[in-house]
């Protein structure tokens, strides 16, 4: 198993300039998440998924959109990048059994910087 | 989730056990306890969980008090490469996909 697999690893746009991250998992986990880790700064939720075709937001979802069609990908667009998300991002995923939640594995992260 | 607190930062020496505490004095029943690291520049990398009783996997040990409102993870030797932030999070299963991450403590492992 790869485990959770972030494309890029590096990136930087100018203000104003749209992208996508990608993240997908072989796992077969149905939780997914997207996170944003500012410098010296603890780890925010963006969105998270508990399903193909089912998202929300988290504490941080402005400027940020998600989609989740397949169990495997949950790609995160920025629409407009402003410095401000200017952040290291990590995608998540986990799963459920027997009631109880597991551990969440991460991805090893994408660093951008918005000029 | 129930709010929880960590010392900002802790030292350990290389090969002694590393006793890293957190208080969740307002874990309700239905909580479950977790433990994350991440070391410099890397994802989290999740520990162990527990809900009441003592936990152990390869990685380390979960001691969860009885009353639940505390609990430690226990690194049994510690070493130069466990150096990194911990974090102790506190949840319920029914808040799905939801991982709120607090400031953690900063383990210094030393030589």
């Known amino acids: 198993n790869a485990g959770v697999t972030q494309t890029p690893k590096f990136q930087v746009l100018k203000t104003g300039q749209s992208m996508t991250l990608q993240c997908a998992q072989d796992m077969n986990h149905e939780y997914m998440s997207w996170y944003r880790q500012d410098p010296g700064m603890g780890l925010r939720l963006i969105h998270y998924?508990?399903?193909?075709?089912?998202?929300d937001q988290g504490e941080v979802p402005n400027g940020y959109n998600v989609s989740r069609s397949t169990t495997e990908d949950f790609p995160l667009r920025l629409l407009s990048a402003a410095p401000s998300q200017t952040s290291v991002y990590f995608c998540?995923?986990?799963?459920?059994?027997?009631?109880?939640?597991?551990?969440?594995?991460f991805g090893s992260g994408t660093r951008l910087t918005v000029v | 989730d129930a709010k929880t607190t960590q010392p900002p930062s802790m030292d350990c020496a290389e090969g002694r056990a590393a006793n890293l505490p957190c208080n969740h004095s307002t874990i309700s029943g239905n909580e479950y306890v977790y433990w994350y690291r991440q070391i410099h520049s890397q994802g989290p990398q999740y520990i162990i969980h527990g809900l009441k009783n003592n936990e152990t996997n390869e990685m380390a040990s979960l001691i969860i008090t009885e009353d639940r409102k505390s609990s430690t993870l226990i690194l049994p030797h510690a070493t130069l490469r466990d150096t990194a932030v911990y974090y102790c999070?506190?949840?319920?299963?029914?808040?799905?996909?939801?991982?709120?991450f607090g400031e953690g403590t900063q383990l210094t492992v030393n030589p």
């Open positions: 998924s508990v399903g193909a075709g089912i998202t």
């Open positions: 998540a995923s986990s799963y459920s059994h027997g009631g109880q939640m597991y551990g969440y594995t």
């Open positions: 999070i506190v949840r319920a299963d029914w808040t799905g996909s939801r991982l709120t």
